[in-house]
């Protein structure tokens, strides 16, 4: 059975900085793409950032570029999310995901296996 555990995430005030890590199990972590997504109350999930399976090929939205980086470890089978310059709008539950092949995309259909999620707010 795919699992997907996110960790890392709490309160950081604006400004500040938070790393979130997601290990898969179950599975092959190597040769698919993965990415994050966030949700905040009221608010469908949105696409955060995505990363190909050997990390060469990195895409952010654009609310995130500059601030966000996405990277993974394939010894260990991690996904890290870097957040830096927090702002109160980032404050949604984050969410891990394992592509259905190598490259990055940004619609939810292209991914088949989902973490749990954890909670990210920031305070103004």
């Known amino acids: 059975q795919v699992q997907l555990v996110e960790s890392g995430g709490g309160l950081a005030q604006a400004g500040g900085s938070l790393r979130l890590s997601c290990v898969l199990s179950g599975r092959s972590f190597n040769g698919y793409a993965m990415g994050w997504f966030r949700q905040a109350p009221g608010k469908e999930r949105e696409f955060v950032a995505a990363?190909?399976?050997?990390?060469?090929?990195?895409y952010y939205t654009n609310s995130v570029k500059g601030r966000f980086t996405i990277s993974r470890d394939n010894a260990k089978n991690t996904l890290y999310l870097q957040m830096n310059s927090l702002q109160p709008v980032d404050t949604a539950v984050y969410y891990c995901?394992?592509?259905?092949?190598?490259?990055?995309?940004?619609?939810?259909?292209?991914?088949?296996?989902w973490g749990q999620g954890t909670q990210v707010t920031v305070s103004s």
């Open positions: 995901a394992r592509g259905r092949d190598s490259v990055t995309h940004t619609e939810h259909r292209w991914y088949d296996y």
């Open positions: 990363i190909n399976w050997g990390g060469s090929n990195t």
